[in-house]
């Protein structure tokens, strides 16, 4: 009797966004953690230029910290590229991601049952990738096309969340044709009398607090929104909220079950940082979550329905992380929703499982379980 063969899954990571680092970090810590007994892993870098390449995959090396951030750069293997293959209309099987490069790499080590696209951010996060693969037939852990470009623009993302009726907060859109004159001064002054201050300045479709600037008062708005163009040009305008920041991380339902919700926690920020932003998230070494977050136990039970129905209100898959405010009020407001959250060691989402009982690993398992469950091509 033939052994059977290993469930064979590329990891891929990096990518042409502002949030390479992150996503490498991301994989070094699912590289180090899933399981090599039941997976034939497959570490697949995309390079800062677009080029897809084969990595050796050290987490060690894909750690944040330190004077220099991690890059795919770094871990490339030469003159070793990657590109799906596409299957052709109506033909079966044929999935796969060919490997080119030297003679001496095994045949098919490229064909893979399951991606996990651990990519944030554009070109990743944003729908563009997942449309890729299911051009080419080739099954990936997370949201599909379409919950996952909603869930990279916050905008629309709201949208969506107060078409569900979930609570969320004031909030001002600034497009591109809104930043010429005379219109930038109606859209200032409509931010000044609508939200009041201080505000918090962000790219439409970005992540990890790049481009993201607190505003105190309307003499540093312009030089904000001008921070936040250089990431995007449509960019959202939020309301400070009166209250602490609590993510709570949920998983897709098993076997077609309801979406699951883990304890919540409450982000605990550097004290030597005034806000959350990307050092504070990732490099503060006094950074850290209160799990389960220290509110009242009805609060708790509401974050988690609501993480819940706001994964469904976009229609997600997989996995998400969602971000709320409890408010000094007692309220609790949905904030917004990342359909690939961060898994480096400093991220909530990896840490709020452990916290409900499912370690890394079996973390990993259930993610990639999800997604061998679903059929290749659109979802």
């Known amino acids: ?3 059977q063969r290993k469930t064979r899954v590329a990891v891929v990571f990096g990518g042409r966004s502002a949030e390479h680092a992150v996503s490498c970090a991301s994989a070094g810590l699912v590289l180090g953690a899933i399981d090599r007994d039941r997976y034939d892993v497959l570490p697949i870098g995309i390079a800062r230029d677009g080029r897809w390449v084969l990595t050796s995959g050290d987490p060690a090396r894909l750690a944040l910290g330190g004077s220099a951030l991690p890059s795919v750069e770094d871990v490339a293997e030469p003159g070793v590229s990657i590109a799906p293959r596409f299957t052709p209309a109506g033909g079966p099987g044929g999935e796969a991601l060919v490997v080119t490069g030297p003679a001496s790499l095994p045949p098919g080590l490229g064909e ?15 729908g563009t990738i997942q449309g890729l693969l299911e051009m080419a037939g080739i099954r990936y852990a997370g949201a599909g096309v379409l919950a996952s470009a909603v869930g990279m ?17 004031p909030y001002v859109v600034v497009r591109d044709p809104d930043w010429t004159s005379p219109a930038r001064k109606r859209v200032l002054d409509e931010i000044t009398e609508t939200l009041g201050y201080p505000v918090f300045v962000k790219p ?12 105190e008062s309307p003499e540093e708005l312009e030089d904000a929104v001008e921070n936040a163009r250089q990431h995007d040009r449509k960019v959202l305008v939020e309301a400070a909220i009166d209250g602490v920041e609590v993510e709570c ?5 098993l076997d077609g079950g309801p979406a699951e919700a883990s304890l919540p926690g409450q982000v605990i920020v550097d004290p030597h940082s005034t806000w959350y932003d990307f050092e504070a998230k990732y490099l503060g070494e006094e950074t850290g979550m209160q799990i389960p977050a220290p509110i009242p136990p009805e609060a708790i039970t509401l974050v988690r329905q609501l993480s819940c129905a706001a994964f469904d209100a976009i229609s997600c898959e ?11 009020d007692g309220t609790v407001l949905v904030n917004e929703i990342n359909t690939m959250p961060g898994m480096t060691p400093a991220s909530g989402f990896p840490k709020m499982w452990v916290a409900t009982g499912l ?17 290749g091509g659109p979802r």
């Not at 893979?112 to 696209?117: A, E, G, I, K, R």
């Not at 439409?204 to 505003?215: F, L």
């Not at 991380?249 to 339902?253: F, I, K, R, S």
């Open 359 to 375: 370690p890394l690993p079996r973390l990993i398992d259930r993610i990639i379980a999800t997604a061998l469950a679903k059929q």
């Open 153 to 169: 623009d916050k905008e629309y993302m709201k949208l969506l969340f107060a078409a569900r009726g979930l609570p969320i907060g």
């Open 1 to 3: 009797m033939s052994e």
């Open 318 to 328: 997989g996995l998400a992380r969602v971000d709320c405010f409890y408010a000094s």
């Open 249 to 253: 991380a949920v998983l897709e339902g």
């Open 112 to 126: 893979v049952d399951v991606v996990l696209p651990l990519l944030h951010g554009t070109f990743g996060e944003d």
């Open 204 to 215: 439409a479709r970005g992540g990890s607090s790049i481009g993201t600037s607190r505003v």
